[in-house]
């Protein structure tokens, strides 16, 4: 019986740890390290509770990077992992602190932009 709670506790907490990692928190440096690292083909801003950032999420652009904002991380990362393609691990951050939103100046969802300097 031990040898079976040992393993449930094992796979249990590799899938929290997978679950975890699919928008990891992140702000506009962390994002802008990642961008030059691996340059995006545009920047898709979504929350959960948003209906419409869903049809965003179902076709992607190829090189997209998701950026959840205005929502809770949790349910952020359940929306990610339901649309994401079995085998694809989507590129996604969670605005830990709104500065990407901000830096974007997104000021509803869904939005878009490129992933270079905002328009002034």
């Not at 969670?94 to 939005?111: C, F, M, N, R």
Request: charged content about 20%; overall charge neutral.
């Amino acid at each position: 019986m031990n040898k079976f709670l040992a393993l449930w506790a094992l796979l249990s907490g590799l899938s929290a740890a997978k679950a975890a990692e699919t928008c990891p928190p992140a702000k506009i440096a962390d994002l802008q390290k990642l961008l030059q690292e691996k340059p995006a083909s545009e920047l898709i801003f979504f929350a959960s509770w948003c209906i419409s950032c869903k049809e965003h999420l179902q076709h992607p652009p190829p090189g997209s990077f998701f950026i959840a904002s205005f929502d809770e991380r949790a349910a952020a990362n359940k929306v990610i992992d339901h649309f994401r393609g079995a085998n694809e691990a989507p590129r996604c951050v969670w605005d830990e602190d709104g500065s990407i939103t901000e830096h974007y100046q997104v000021k509803g969802l869904p939005a878009t932009r490129s992933p270079g300097p905002p328009k002034r």
